[in-house]
């Protein structure tokens, strides 16, 4: 049990599982207070009732405001507050080719994925700007970095979620209000599961992510849960506008296998030649 963020009251929308699960008890580990938020009923009620009186659950669709809205009033009337606000719930949504994706199926995915942490923005800020503080985080992904890691409607939205995040961190900087991203790679949950095939099968996906991480190991919810407690901590008082992301290094240092890496040393020239 640590302190890191101790006395600080916490809303983390899709938190009953996964990466949201995952930060969900971090969070309390640290010292928190948390609302989890979540669509799935069941498991966030189930996890609620494993922490404690330090968490509150409420069901909660991120595409519709009400719901959102009451999810940060639940903090502010149990809980006295809002420090921080997670934007995290998500979905893969609509996948296929552009030419055969449908427009329901679009707008169905840029609703969760985008219209949702709009929402949590805009719910965070209505309650940090009077108090002159707070920290609002949201969940992008690599597919947020570089175009074909991810379906074309998750990689637009998590493209857009960076973008609200830096446009927002100008506009609430003047409050002490930090707004942050992080985009995490390929991570065991069952989300990424499922796109394998199998939403239970978390050891195959582990395996799976492992044989392409730089790193040579797969991450994990913790692993994100970690960079959400380090960017909603006062450790990260001097970080806004920032996308942090989490994926072994895979989309910044690409393949620890590169062919120029192997080899005895030489220098290629002009046409090709080399020179030892």
Not at 15 to 31: A, Y
Not at 165 to 188: C, D, F, M, W
Request: with cysteine.
């Amino acid at each position: 049990m640590g302190d890191r963020l101790a006395g600080k009251v916490a809303v983390i929308t899709g938190g009953s599982s996964g990466i949201g699960e995952g930060t969900v008890r971090r969070f309390v580990e640290e010292g928190a207070r948390v609302v989890i938020a979540d669509f799935q009923v069941p498991e966030g009620e189930a996890l609620a009732a494993s922490l404690g009186d330090v968490t509150r659950f409420i069901r909660t669709d991120v595409t519709n405001e009400a719901d959102v809205a009451a999810a940060v009033d639940l903090a502010v009337s149990e809980f006295g507050g809002l420090d921080v606000m997670f934007n995290n719930a998500g979905i893969i949504g609509a996948v296929g080719s552009i030419a055969e994706t449908t427009a329901e199926a679009w707008d169905a995915t840029i609703a969760v994925l985008l219209r949702g942490v709009f929402l949590g923005v805009k719910h965070a800020a209505r309650v940090m700007i009077p108090q002159s503080s707070g920290v609002i985080l949201s969940t992008s992904s690599t597919a947020g970095i570089l175009g074909g890691l991810g379906p074309h409607a998750y990689t637009a939205a998590k493209h857009a979620v960076i973008g609200l995040t830096k446009s927002v961190a100008a506009e609430l900087g003047q409050y002490g209000i930090r707004v942050n991203a992080i985009a995490p790679g390929n991570t065991v949950t069952a989300m990424t599961a499922s796109a394998a095939g199998d939403h239970t099968d978390h050891e195959r996906i582990a395996t799976h992510i492992a044989a392409s991480s730089p790193l040579g190991y797969a991450g994990f919810p913790v692993d994100i849960a970690n960079a959400a407690v380090y960017l909603a901590s006062d450790e990260a008082r001097y970080v806004s506008a920032h996308c942090l992301i989490v994926d072994a290094g895979q989309t910044g240092a690409g393949s620890s296998r590169n062919r120029f890496h192997q080899g005895p040393s030489v220098i290629i020239r002009e046409a090709g030649k080399r020179e030892r």
